[in-house]
C-alpha cells in the first residue's frame, strides 16, 4: 500500500493558521493593553472649566491677552483651569502634550485644592531646543483613580504655527 | 495567454473584483468630498474634481465601446485598453494630489529631494524581491503596478479615515498608552486594508500572473515598498519642516530616511502586506471557498498585527540618548518585526521550494511529451536561473538583441506551460482547455523564430 503524498500546500496554509493563532494573541494583549488604560465605565460627568488658553510671561508667571486656539512657534502659552469647579475628594492632574506625544507641561496629580495655586498650566520648551515644535498640542485635565489618570475631565486643542 | 473567455462561462472572481473596485473609487471619492467639506484644500478639491472627472469619462468610454463595437473580441480589447488608460489617469491625479499634501510642509524642493533619496533604496529592495522570486519571475508590469497602488493608491485611500480616527481618539481617549494604541489598531487595520485590496484585485483579476504563496509575498511586499516610499517622504519632509528653525531638519529627515528606507525597507510594510499576499497566495491553491477565505482573513490578520505591534509597543523601548542609541534603534526592529519577518521568510523559502520541484516534475512530463514545446535538455536549464540566464546571453551573442528578447520570451513561455499543467493537475484552473494548448503553440513558434533569428544572423 502507498500512502497518498501530502500537500505541501496543505502544510503552508496550516503554517499560516499557527502564524494566524499567535496573531489573534497579540492582538488581544493589544485590546487588553486598551482596555487597562481606558477603562470602560470611568465616565465620572465631572467637567473641570478651562477659562482659556493665553500668551504666558515666564518672568512674571502671568498669562497676558484674549484666549487664543493658534499660537505662533516662538510665543510661550498658558491654559488656565478653574480648579475650584471640581469637587474636592478627588485627584486630578493637567497636562499638555505635544504633536510628539511628549508630556511639555504638567501640574499635578492632587486634589483640586492643592492645585488652586497652580491655575495656570504653561508649556515648556523642550531642551535643546530655543521655541516650541510646531504641531498640535493637546491640554487634559485627568481624573486620576488608583494612580492611574482614567478619564479626561477637560481638554484643549492648540496649534503652534511653523 | 490571450483567450477570451465567453461571458457565459466568465468566472465569478471577475464580478467580485469589479464590486470590490467601485467600493475602493467610492471610499476615494467620499475621502475626497470630507477633504472637500472639512479641510477645503487644494488638494481635496483636485482629487474631488479631477477623480469626478476621471469616472465620467470612463463611464462615456464604457457606454462607446457598447454602443459602437461590434466584435466583442474588439470590444474586450478596447475596455482592456480604456481600463488600462484610466487606471494610470486616476493613478497620475492620485500622485499628484499626494504630492500636494507631501509637500505643503516643507516645500517642493524638500520633498523632491526627500524624493530622490528614497528611489534607489526603494528599488534596491524591488531588486532583492526579484531575486528571491527565482522560479517564475512576476512580469514588471504587474510589481510596478502593486508599487504604484501602495504609494499611492493606498496611501490615499487610508487619509481620511486615519485623520477621523485620530480626530476622534484624540477629543475622547486619555493622551497615553490607551491613545497609542488606539492609534496602532488604526493604522494596522486601515493601511493594510488599503494595501491589501490591490493583492485581492491582482488575485482576482491576473490569475495567470499569481500563481501560489510566492507570488503573493511578491507582490505583497512590493505594495509594502510602494507605502513605504510615499510614508517615508512624507514623514521626512514634515519633521524637515518642524526642526529646520532649529537648525536640525536635515538630521530629523535623514533619520527618518535611515529607520525607514534602510532599517525599515524590509522589517515594516514590506513584510506586513507581505503576509496578506501570502493569505492570498495560499487560498490561490486550496480546493474549496470555505479555506480559501479563511486563508486570505488570516492573511490579514497576520499583516495587521505584525504593524500593530510595530505601532503600539515601539514606545517601550525608548531611545538612549549616549552611543548606545544606534544599537538601541536596530535591536528595536529586531526585536518588533524580526519574528514576524523570520517568519514570512520561512512561508517563501517554503513556498519557492515547492515551487521549484512542482515546476521542475511539469518540465519533465512535458519532455516526455514530445511536442516540442520543452526539449528534454530544456529542463535543467529552466529549473536554473542562473542558466536561464546564460541561455539568454548565449542566445545573444549568436543572434543579437532580437535573438536575446526571442529566447527570454521562450523560457516565459515554457514556465508559464509548465505553471498551467501544475495548475491543472491540481484542479486550480478556470481557464478553458485551450489555454494550456495555446501556450505550447506559443512556445513552439517562439522556439522556431529564434532559430530563424540565430540563423539569419549567421547567414
Same mark, same amino acid.
Given at each position: 500500500?502507498?500512502?497518498?503524498?501530502?500537500?505541501?500546500?496543505?502544510?503552508?496554509?496550516?503554517?499560516?493558521?499557527?502564524?494566524?493563532?499567535?496573531?489573534?494573541?497579540?492582538?488581544?494583549?493589544?485590546?487588553?493593553?486598551?482596555?487597562?488604560?481606558?477603562?470602560?465605565?470611568?465616565?465620572?460627568?465631572?467637567?473641570?472649566?478651562?477659562?482659556?488658553?493665553?500668551?504666558?510671561?515666564?518672568?512674571?508667571?502671568?498669562?497676558?491677552?484674549?484666549?487664543?486656539?493658534?499660537?505662533?512657534?516662538?510665543?510661550?502659552?498658558?491654559?488656565?483651569?478653574?480648579?475650584? +469647579?471640581?469637587?474636592?475628594?478627588?485627584?486630578?492632574?493637567?497636562?499638555?502634550?505635544?504633536?510628539?506625544?511628549?508630556?511639555?507641561?504638567?501640574?499635578?496629580?492632587?486634589?483640586?485644592?492643592?492645585?488652586?495655586?497652580?491655575?495656570?498650566?504653561?508649556?515648556?520648551?523642550?531642551?535643546?531646543?530655543?521655541?516650541?515644535?510646531?504641531?498640535?498640542?493637546?491640554?487634559?485635565?485627568?481624573?486620576?483613580?488608583?494612580?492611574?489618570?482614567?478619564?479626561?475631565?477637560?481638554?484643549?486643542?492648540?496649534?503652534?504655527?511653523? | 495567454?490571450?483567450?477570451?473567455?465567453?461571458?457565459?462561462?466568465?468566472?465569478?472572481?471577475?464580478?467580485?473584483?469589479?464590486?470590490?473596485?467601485?467600493?475602493?473609487?467610492?471610499?476615494?471619492?467620499?475621502? +475626497?468630498?470630507?477633504?472637500?467639506?472639512?479641510?477645503?484644500?487644494?488638494?481635496?478639491?483636485?482629487?474631488?474634481?479631477?477623480?469626478?472627472?476621471?469616472?465620467?469619462?470612463?463611464?462615456?468610454?464604457?457606454?462607446?465601446?457598447?454602443?459602437?463595437?461590434?466584435?466583442?473580441?474588439?470590444?474586450?480589447?478596447?475596455?482592456?485598453?480604456?481600463?488600462?488608460?484610466?487606471?494610470?489617469?486616476?493613478?497620475?491625479?492620485?500622485?499628484?494630489?499626494?504630492?500636494?499634501?507631501?509637500?505643503? +510642509?516643507?516645500?517642493?524642493?524638500?520633498?523632491?529631494?526627500?524624493?530622490?533619496?528614497?528611489?534607489?533604496?526603494?528599488?534596491?529592495?524591488?531588486?532583492?524581491?526579484?531575486?528571491?522570486?527565482?522560479?517564475?519571475t512576476?512580469p514588471w508590469r504587474?510589481?510596478?503596478?502593486?508599487?504604484?497602488?501602495?504609494?499611492?493608491?493606498?496611501?490615499?485611500?487610508?487619509?481620511?479615515?486615519?485623520?477621523?480616527?485620530?480626530?476622534?481618539?484624540?477629543?475622547?481617549?486619555?493622551?497615553?498608552?490607551?491613545?497609542?494604541?488606539?492609534?496602532?489598531?488604526?493604522?494596522?487595520?486601515?493601511?493594510?486594508?488599503?494595501?491589501?485590496?490591490?493583492?485581492?484585485?491582482?488575485?482576482?483579476?491576473?490569475?495567470?500572473?499569481?500563481?501560489?504563496?510566492?507570488?503573493?509575498?511578491?507582490?505583497?511586499?512590493?505594495?509594502?515598498?510602494?507605502?513605504?516610499?510615499?510614508?517615508?517622504?512624507?514623514?521626512?519632509?514634515?519633521?524637515?519642516?518642524?526642526?529646520?528653525?532649529?537648525?536640525?531638519?536635515?538630521?530629523?529627515?535623514?533619520?527618518?530616511?535611515?529607520?525607514?528606507?534602510?532599517?525599515?525597507?524590509?522589517?515594516?510594510?514590506?513584510?506586513?502586506?507581505?503576509?496578506?499576499?501570502?493569505?492570498?497566495?495560499?487560498?490561490?491553491?486550496?480546493?474549496?471557498?470555505?479555506?480559501?477565505?479563511?486563508?486570505?482573513?488570516?492573511?490579514?490578520?497576520?499583516?495587521?498585527?505584525?504593524?500593530?505591534?510595530?505601532?503600539?509597543?515601539?514606545?517601550?523601548?525608548?531611545?538612549?540618548?549616549?552611543?548606545?542609541?544606534?544599537?538601541?534603534?536596530?535591536?528595536?526592529?529586531?526585536?518588533?518585526?524580526?519574528?514576524?519577518?523570520?517568519?514570512?521568510?520561512?512561508?517563501?523559502?517554503?513556498?519557492?521550494?515547492?515551487?521549484?520541484?512542482?515546476?521542475?516534475?511539469?518540465?519533465?512530463?512535458?519532455?516526455?511529451?514530445?511536442?516540442?514545446?520543452?526539449?528534454?535538455?530544456?529542463?535543467?536549464i529552466?529549473?536554473?536561473?542562473?542558466?536561464r540566464f546564460r541561455q539568454r546571453t548565449r542566445a545573444l551573442g549568436r543572434g543579437g538583441l532580437r535573438a536575446y528578447l526571442l529566447s527570454a520570451r521562450l523560457q516565459s513561455a515554457?514556465?508559464?506551460?509548465?505553471?498551467?499543467?501544475?495548475?491543472?493537475?491540481?484542479?486550480?484552473?478556470?481557464?478553458?482547455?485551450?489555454?494550456?494548448?495555446?501556450?505550447?503553440?506559443?512556445?513552439?513558434g517562439l522556439r522556431r523564430e529564434l532559430a530563424a533569428a540565430i540563423a539569419t544572423s549567421r547567414g
Open positions: 500500500m502507498v500512502a497518498a503524498p501530502i500537500d505541501q500546500v496543505r502544510t503552508l496554509y496550516r503554517t499560516l493558521l499557527v502564524y494566524t493563532a499567535v496573531s489573534m494573541l497579540v492582538l488581544i494583549a493589544g485590546l487588553v493593553e486598551f482596555v487597562y488604560f481606558e477603562p470602560p465605565g470611568q465616565h465620572s460627568g465631572l467637567k473641570a472649566s478651562i477659562a482659556g488658553v493665553y500668551q504666558y510671561d515666564p518672568e512674571r508667571n502671568t498669562t497676558i491677552g484674549p484666549d487664543r486656539s493658534t499660537y505662533p512657534r516662538t510665543a510661550l502659552f498658558a491654559a488656565v483651569v478653574d480648579w475650584s +469647579s471640581l469637587p474636592k475628594d478627588i485627584v486630578v492632574d493637567a497636562r499638555w502634550y505635544d504633536s510628539f506625544g511628549n508630556v511639555v507641561g504638567s501640574v499635578g496629580p492632587a486634589t483640586p485644592d492643592k492645585l488652586a495655586g497652580e491655575t495656570a498650566v504653561p508649556v515648556h520648551v523642550q531642551a535643546p531646543f530655543i521655541h516650541l515644535l510646531p504641531g498640535r498640542y493637546i491640554f487634559v485635565v485627568e481624573r486620576y483613580e488608583g494612580g492611574e489618570p482614567v478619564e479626561v475631565i477637560g481638554r484643549r486643542v492648540v496649534l503652534v504655527e511653523q | 495567454m490571450g483567450t477570451a473567455i465567453p461571458r457565459a462561462q466568465r468566472p465569478v472572481r471577475y464580478t467580485v473584483a469589479a464590486v470590490i473596485s467601485v467600493a475602493l473609487v467610492l471610499v476615494l471619492v467620499a475621502s +475626497s468630498i470630507l477633504n472637500y467639506i472639512y479641510l477645503d484644500t487644494v488638494a481635496g478639491r483636485a482629487s474631488l474634481y479631477g477623480l469626478l472627472v476621471i469616472s465620467f469619462i470612463a463611464l462615456g468610454t464604457f457606454t462607446g465601446v457598447r454602443v459602437f463595437g461590434r466584435d466583442p473580441a474588439e470590444r474586450r480589447r478596447r475596455f482592456i485598453r480604456a481600463g488600462v488608460l484610466l487606471g494610470l489617469a486616476a493613478l497620475v491625479w492620485l500622485l499628484l494630489v499626494d504630492v500636494i499634501v507631501f509637500t505643503d +510642509s516643507a516645500g517642493p524642493s524638500v520633498a523632491v529631494v526627500c524624493a530622490l533619496v528614497c528611489l534607489p533604496t526603494t528599488v534596491f529592495g524591488l531588486l532583492v524581491l526579484r531575486t528571491l522570486d527565482r522560479n517564475e512576476e504587474l510589481v510596478l503596478f502593486a508599487t504604484a497602488w501602495g504609494a499611492v493608491v493606498a496611501t490615499s485611500l487610508v487619509i481620511w479615515a486615519e485623520s477621523l480616527w485620530q480626530a476622534i481618539a484624540i477629543r475622547t481617549l486619555v493622551p497615553g498608552p490607551g491613545l497609542d494604541v488606539s492609534t496602532a489598531f488604526s493604522a494596522g487595520i486601515l493601511e493594510e486594508l488599503a494595501k491589501g485590496s490591490a493583492v485581492v484585485l491582482l488575485f482576482l483579476v491576473m490569475r495567470n500572473e499569481f500563481d501560489d504563496v510566492v507570488d503573493g509575498i511578491i507582490y505583497g511586499a512590493a505594495i509594502g515598498l510602494g507605502f513605504n516610499f510615499m510614508e517615508s517622504v512624507s514623514y521626512m519632509t514634515n519633521l524637515y519642516a518642524i526642526f529646520a528653525p532649529e537648525g536640525v531638519g536635515g538630521d530629523a529627515a535623514g533619520f527618518q530616511w535611515y529607520a525607514r528606507q534602510v532599517l525599515g525597507l524590509f522589517f515594516g510594510h514590506a513584510t506586513y502586506t507581505a503576509f496578506v499576499g501570502a493569505g492570498v497566495g495560499i487560498a490561490r491553491q486550496l480546493p474549496d471557498v470555505r479555506r480559501k477565505v479563511i486563508a486570505i482573513a488570516a492573511g490579514f490578520i497576520v499583516a495587521i498585527a505584525a504593524h500593530f505591534s510595530w505601532d503600539a509597543w515601539i514606545s517601550a523601548f525608548p531611545i538612549d540618548k549616549s552611543g548606545f542609541a544606534i544599537v538601541e534603534i536596530h535591536l528595536r526592529s529586531l526585536i518588533i518585526t524580526g519574528p514576524f519577518t523570520a517568519a514570512l521568510l520561512a512561508l517563501l523559502f517554503a513556498g519557492v521550494h515547492i515551487e521549484g520541484q512542482a515546476l521542475a516534475a511539469q518540465f519533465r512530463s512535458e519532455a516526455a511529451l514530445g511536442t516540442g514545446a520543452i526539449m528534454p535538455e530544456d529542463v535543467s529552466l529549473t536554473n536561473p542562473w542558466l515554457q514556465i508559464d506551460l509548465a505553471m498551467d499543467r501544475w495548475h491543472r493537475e491540481r484542479h486550480e484552473v478556470d481557464t478553458p482547455m485551450d489555454a494550456e494548448e495555446d501556450l505550447r503553440r506559443r512556445a513552439i
